[in-house]
């Protein structure tokens, strides 16, 4: 009962708290839409770049957060907060985005583009009516995996100057208040299910119906 | 016309030609069928005619004019293209699939949607129930059908098609095959065809050429190219029942001749004169409704026919019930025919009724002819 109190207790520092959470989570998010999208479709045109790009992506995923965060501080124009935050969650989205929105769009049957040039349909016609329609279940897959990641990594940020849900666990482990770090770590994780929920039921609407009917429907 | 003028391809990172000095003409209405053994280079040279491959070297010429000088998309998007995996879109109905190129053309939405039913209709698929499904709902034969009709969307003088046949069964197969000359008697478009199979070849060419190892072996009718295979890897290509295909070509109406005897049940005892009266070697018996059901031989009613019971002669007859051929059908086939029923001659029919007879004799004379030309 003492986690529901310490709710009650503090609800307005917690909605501060997720606000700025939420914020965070929303931003990185977009931006690395903005950025990653592009280049996963970029790279299926060259196996070379591809391959290149990929592997930053791996070698970005592998380092731990709270020393990416720490590295971001030391370059002088990002500092401690919001820009260091940001670029340390975009970075780390570009794994799970680049590399679905690539094998998305490469797994797309060879036989369906070949019948498309031959028709006569260009380049950003096939890639715009048939390769990202064909690749959304699997684009879709890395854009929840990124939210889901980046709703916990953002916690982490607290470290270098975000406030958001990540301090109630931060400052309840210097002062040993557990009912603080629980009902923090509960917090992130509902809405990261809540938010993976959400986009599970907007995926069902995105995905075209021809790749969901099947013979005798 | 299509015309290739020494087209030659060298893939890269090759040294051996995949198309070596090809040279190539092909009359505006006719069926071409390239054909030869895998990675003869006959998919290639295809592909080279709708830009999908630029050639290393030589001339590709449509209507006398070089296609190099088009934008490689305004030219695809005027000539059919059909290929062995159809390659229909998975997220769009077969109305919007047939609808791609009219799309690309700007036509209207009401041009469209009518000339999708038309072609709907003309493939032989319901535009009720079909136009909204989508392909993974259709059979394998009807896609292929889907395919076909979205190549003829904007009514292009010229198909290019990869296999289009090769993924279904032998049954379809033979049904599109039948489908597919029906249509082309009426459109006469100028078609390249590519296939491994030279029966394919010799039932959908006007012209067949033979490709091995990046050369053109023979180009030529297929009657020519049975008759004179141009060297041995041909005749190995066409194999030793040449002559057998050769009557792949014709069908039974062109050497039908007249019934001569027709009989009905109760003329059988008499059945040795009447055939006698009517010099006739053999006697149809038709049924009450005049339906031809057998018939009979001068072997039959071993010569005068008068000591046999007519029983009997009934019987025999009427084992000859499925001995019939239609006008339509190949020689070949009624050759099968003839073996099967260990007969030297069958009925031919018109619908359902009789319209001649067509002999063993008749068939050998008509290939030993040919085979002296």
Redesign the interface.
Known sequence: MNYIRFIQDNIPLILEYTKAHFSLVLWAVLISLVLWVPVGVLITRSEKWANRVLGIANTIFCIPSLSLFAVMVTIPFLGLGRRSALVALVLYAMMPLVRNVYQGVKVVDKSVIEAARGMGMNYWRILWEIQLPLATPVIFAGFRITVVMTTGIAAIATYIGERNLGRLISEGLTRFNIEMIVDGALLIAFIAIALDTMLGALEKKIVPRGLRVHRGH | MIELREVTKVYKGQTVPAVDRLSLKIPEGETCVFVGPSGCGKSTTLRMI?R?IEPTSGTILINNKDIRESDP??????IG?V?Q?????????VAENIA??PR?YGWPKEKIRKRVDELLELIGLDPETTRDK?????SGGQMQRV?VA??MAVDPPIM?MDEPFGAVDPIARNYLQDEFLRLQREMRKTICFVTHDINEAIKMGDRIAIFNKGRLVQYGTPHEILTRPANEFVSDFIGYDRVVKKLGLYRVADLAGPAGCVAREGELPEIGRLMREKESDVAFLVDAHGRPCGFLTTEDIGGMGDEISPQSLMQKALGRRGAFAQREMVLRDALSLMLEYDTEYLGVLNGGDLAGVITLSAIRKHSCRKEGE
Do not use: E, K
């Open positions: 709708n999908m998309d305004r030219l695809r998007m005027g293209y290929i995996q159809i390659g229909l879109l998975p997220h769009r109905t791609i190129v690309l989508y392909p993974s709902q259709l395919g979205r190549a290019l």
